[in-house]
């Protein structure tokens, strides 16, 4: 998916054939196991599977593509000297256009290796940005407790 591209699902665009946008979300779902890099991707596009249209599987075949011209990467984990626990932690507000809730996430890195890390909707709809914030540092505190 491009950054900053924003998927709604009413759209005036043309729409595909269901079957074959939930195959293909189906199995980057499945590659979502070793490829965590591409999770927030496919789980957005999953959002989508009742209203699929052109521009959805445009963004899929996009992941796609990024995956074709990523799999020589991979991650390189070295030994760290001290072991200190990192929390980082963000949100949006009002992300979905749909139903305007908010999306927050975290990761908590420790020595040199993230050990957790999430990325989902919250389940209310905020009045102000300081209130999505709150919400996702009480997540965030919640699971480094």
């Known amino acids: ?31 979502t196991a070793t490829r965590p890099d591409i999770l927030f991707a496919v ?13 959805h599987y445009k963004a899929g075949k996009r992941v796609l593509r990024y995956i074709k011209g990523t799999l020589s990467h991979g991650i390189h984990f070295s030994r760290a000297e001290e072991l200190k ?21 975290y990761s908590f890195i420790l020595g040199s290796a993230m050990i957790c890390w999430s990325s989902r909707k919250q ?12 919400v996702a540092a009480a997540n965030a505190v919640n699971q480094a407790m």
Not at 10 to 30: A, K, M, Q
Not at 43 to 55: A, I, K
């Open 123 to 134: 389940k209310m709809v905020a009045q102000s940005t300081a209130e999505v914030e709150y």
């Open 85 to 105: 626990l990192i929390g980082y932690t963000d949100s949006n507000w009002a992300g979905s256009k749909d139903d305007m809730k908010s999306t927050s996430g």
């Open 43 to 55: 789980s957005m596009l999953s959002r989508f599977m009742h209203c699929c249209n052109q521009q």
């Open 1 to 31: 998916m491009a950054v900053g591209m924003k998927l709604l699902s009413e759209e005036d665009h043309e729409s595909v054939c269901e079957t074959d946008y939930r195959s293909l979300v189906g199995c980057l779902l499945y590659l």
